[in-house]
């Protein structure tokens, strides 16, 4: 079964710095993902306290997570923030998940290769 996708630069803003990533938009993940040298460019991950065990397609394959990073990252111009798991041996520079496209109501538009949200949606920022 063939699923589409869509995978675009961000620009990402951490505590340390800032960088653009590739990111890619998966639906199937439920949360947003980075990878650990991305992650330490852009600030200092903590602990989660408690690590997680993440499946992948594989039935008896997971992965340790013991780390997040809160980072704000945009997209139209427009400013969002959401936490980023720090997953080890992550192919992605960057994932964003169906939690973060849910709560900040992104949509994608797969016959033209974009990713749109509404401004209104993202009322938090300061000017």
Known sequence: MFMPIIKTPLLY???????RLYTLFDSGANLSCINP??????GSPVSLGKERRIT????????IVKERILLDFYIDDVLLSDEFLVVPGLSEEAVIGAATMQKWRIKLDFEHDTVHVDPKVAKMQLI
């Open 37 to 42: 040298q991305k992650a330490v460019l852009l």
């Open 56 to 63: 992948t397609a594989s039935d008896e394959h997971f992965i």
């Open 13 to 19: 803003i951490g505590s340390s710095g800032e960088e």
